[in-house]
């Protein structure tokens, strides 16, 4: 059963416009989420991350948004870049528990 | 820099043949993890081991297998390959096995089955 799920498996944008990719959990236990960014043949690394007890972080031209009540967390990029294009996967883990829970990956493409 | 390193990048096995894929690192995290990824699927947790503390999980196949010596190495041992097991091996690593942390990835395997 997938915990983390990120409905849309691709999205392009045009170069300087915003980016803006969703991520939805079931599991309310989870209280820290993140973002990885991967390149084809590589892994992933580790972009940018948020607690629970925060709603917002932000780093640069990234922005992860928090919204507990609805389960759902999107990372915002602006202004995009063709060097964005990656995919981008969402990210979970609980206090008690040992693991990241994944989801499926959105892929971005920037358009310059 | 300290880092998570896999070798080897790509791997080719027949059928049947047991391999195994390495992944070593500097970073001195006590928990030290593989995932397998296949195409647009998440990746999807076979095991982790905190210090030496063995964690499997339960819909891992037996035909996965791993061991770490030590704190900067792990390895996983497919006994035998199926083309079924053609993926993408990701080892990654985290100072704590819960909590506030990130995990840290190496550049993976990508084994292919023949």
């Known amino acids: 059963d997938q915990q983390v799920k990120q409905n849309s498996p691709s999205l392009s944008v045009q170069e300087g416009r915003i980016s803006i990719l969703n991520c939805d959990y079931t599991n309310s236990m989870f209280d820290y989420f993140l973002w990885y960014k991967k390149y084809p043949a590589e892994g992933p690394t580790f972009l940018i991350s948020?607690?629970?007890?925060?709603d917002k972080n932000e780093d640069g031209r990234f922005t992860v948004f928090l919204n507990k009540s609805a389960k759902h967390l999107s990372l915002h990029i602006v202004p995009s870049q063709p060097g964005d294009s990656a995919v981008y996967f969402c990210?979970?883990?609980?206090?008690?528990?040992?693991?990241?829970?994944f989801g499926t990956g959105t892929s971005l493409t920037v358009i310059p | 820099d300290a880092m998570v390193i896999q070798n080897p990048r790509y791997q080719v096995t027949q059928f049947g043949k047991p391999v195994t894929l390495s992944c070593s690192q500097t970073l001195n995290h006590n928990v030290m993890y593989w995932y397998q990824q296949k195409s647009s699927q998440a990746p999807k947790l076979l095991f982790h081991?905190?210090?030496?503390?063995?964690?499997n999980e339960a819909d891992t196949p037996d035909n996965f297998q791993s061991r770490r010596p030590n704190t900067s190495f792990c390895f996983l041992d497919i006994r035998s390959p199926g083309l079924g097991d053609a993926a993408m091996y990701l080892c990654?690593?985290?100072?704590?096995?819960?909590?506030?942390?990130?995990?840290?990835f190496g550049q993976g395997t990508r084994l292919t089955v023949v």
């Open positions: 081991y905190y210090d030496k503390d063995f964690n």
């Open positions: 948020i607690s629970s007890i925060k």
């Open positions: 990210a979970a883990s609980a206090s008690n528990g040992n693991q990241f829970y």
């Open positions: 990654a690593t985290s100072a704590l096995g819960w909590g506030n942390t990130e995990a840290f």
